[in-house]
């Protein structure tokens, strides 16, 4: 049974706990914020036994074995860091860190303590998205990836009313590009690898981050496009177009529909919805690779988190979006 501390004491955090009871081999043991009051009534609205608010006793407890991170984007890699070095196998909330060279410091942590650690990126890892991978072959030689996601952030009106939350704080390492564009980039990079060329524009707010963008990955035989939003909603599936038909993906985030479309006009329906919590499927997978004593996810491997996070990095170098994390 992996025993599980989580810090984060938000509603990324509750929706874990709900996946993770609909998951097996673990157990919800701990939870750290930064207050006592506050991981204290957290952990007593689930039943959880014991609470940190010290990062270095709960990376030095023998009450855990491995730790759910879902704190500000730009705490991932010391936070993962101090754990991964303790010996504590770490599920980290995507983006994985605010830069490749945070992520390079976190993986090599985790070769140091013997341990695993794995990005949370839920869309790899559901079933739909299994399938499309299995039946990717099917439309032909891939010519071009086409992924979306536009969803208005309800922090947007406060943040246009004057009132700037983390979520549009370079401070934090946020912005569209890491909350929303990640989701669009991490499957590219799972099935196609590392582009040659990538090219990106976005419109700045004057926060400093990215409220919108666009992204234009070039590869030997095929061209991505990647567009992600957090000032206004997008209805636009993606597709993924190869020359004997295409694969329709609902919504690139959480894909329940996928269907091949050949160019003889016949469809093959190859969806497979969730038939639980989408979150359980990742957490199901980082304790099944712990359990299995493998070092990494063979999905949600290091080589994708670190792909993922070169090409965000090269397109904030581009829209000239950097974080004092960069510095």
């Known amino acids: 049974m992996i025993r599980f501390g989580m810090i984060g004491t938000n509603f990324i955090t ?4 709900d996946a993770a009871r609909q998951a097996e081999g673990l157990e919800l043991a701990a939870v750290y914020s930064r207050t006592e009051g506050r991981a204290r009534e957290f952990a007593d609205r689930y039943g959880i036994e014991l609470t940190f608010t010290d990062l270095d006793e709960m990376a030095a407890s023998d009450r855990i074995d ?12 010391e936070q993962s860091i101090l754990l991964l070095k303790s010996g504590k196998h770490v599920l980290c909330e995507k983006p994985m860190a605010s830069n490749a060279r945070e992520v390079r ?11 695993v650690l794995m990005e949370a990126v839920k869309t790899t890892l559901l079933p739909s998205f299994a399938l499309l991978r299995q039946n990717l072959h099917k439309i032909g030689p891939i010519r ?16 246009k009313e004057g009132m700037v939350l983390n979520a549009f704080r370079p401070e934090f390492s946020n912005g569209a590009l890491m909350d929303l564009g990640l989701y669009c980039i991490y499957p590219m990079v799972l099935l196609f690898g590392r582009p040659e060329e990538v090219k990106a524009t976005a419109y700045m707010l004057e926060s400093g981050v990215d409220g919108e963008g666009s992204l234009l990955a070039r590869y030997a035989d095929m061209d991505a496009v990647v567009m992600f939003s957090k000032i206004t909603d997008s209805l636009v599936p993606s597709e993924i177009q190869g020359e004997l038909g295409s694969i329709l993906i ?5 894909p329940g529909s996928v269907q091949i479309r050949y160019r003889d006009g016949s469809i093959e329906d190859i969806s497979e919805p969730a038939g639980k919590p989408v979150m359980s499927y990742e957490i199901q997978e980082f304790v099944d690779v712990v359990r299995s004593g493998a070092s990494e996810s063979s999905v949600n491997s290091r080589d994708c988190s670190l792909a993922a996070a070169e090409v965000m990095e090269e397109a904030r170098r581009q829209f000239g979006l950097l974080y004092p994390a960069d510095l």
Do not use: T, W
Request: hydrophobic share 40%; proline share 2%.
């Open 105 to 115: 410091d976190m993986f090599a942590a985790a070769e140091e303590g013997g341990a």
């Open 144 to 159: 071009r990836y086409f992924a979306n996601y536009g969803q208005y952030s309800s922090r947007y009106d406060a943040y």
């Open 250 to 254: 609902d919504k690139i985030s959480e």
């Open 66 to 77: 491995a730790v759910y991170i879902a704190s500000p984007n730009s705490l991932h890699a």
């Open 14 to 17: 509750e929706r874990f706990i």
